[in-house]
């Protein structure tokens, strides 16, 4: 797995209500873009955003 894979899952998480969620401030991320290779996320509280690649979508934490 190639470093900024790890970097994005590390950087979102699947939340209870079924969204992916910003680790670091915890808000419900928007989905602004895709692509073949990844899904582009923005954080709309922090104004962050997080490039996740399709291959490590099964890889994100779901929060318990």
Same mark, same amino acid.
């Given at each position: 797995?190639?470093?900024?894979?790890?970097?994005?899952?590390?950087?979102?998480?699947?939340?209870?209500?079924?969204?992916?969620?910003?680790?670091?401030?915890?808000?419900?991320?928007?989905?602004?873009?895709r692509d073949s290779q990844e899904l582009?996320?923005?954080?709309?509280?922090?104004?962050?955003?997080?490039? #996740?690649? #399709?291959?490590?979508?099964?890889?994100?934490?779901?929060?318990?």
């Amino acid at each position: 797995m190639d470093v900024t894979a790890s970097v994005a899952t590390e950087s979102v998480y699947w939340a209870l209500d079924g969204g992916i969620h910003h680790a670091k401030c915890s808000q419900r991320m928007v989905l602004t873009a895709r692509d073949s290779q990844e899904l582009h996320f923005s954080c709309l509280a922090c104004t962050e955003s997080v490039r #996740l690649p #399709l291959a490590s979508v099964t890889r994100v934490a779901v929060a318990t």
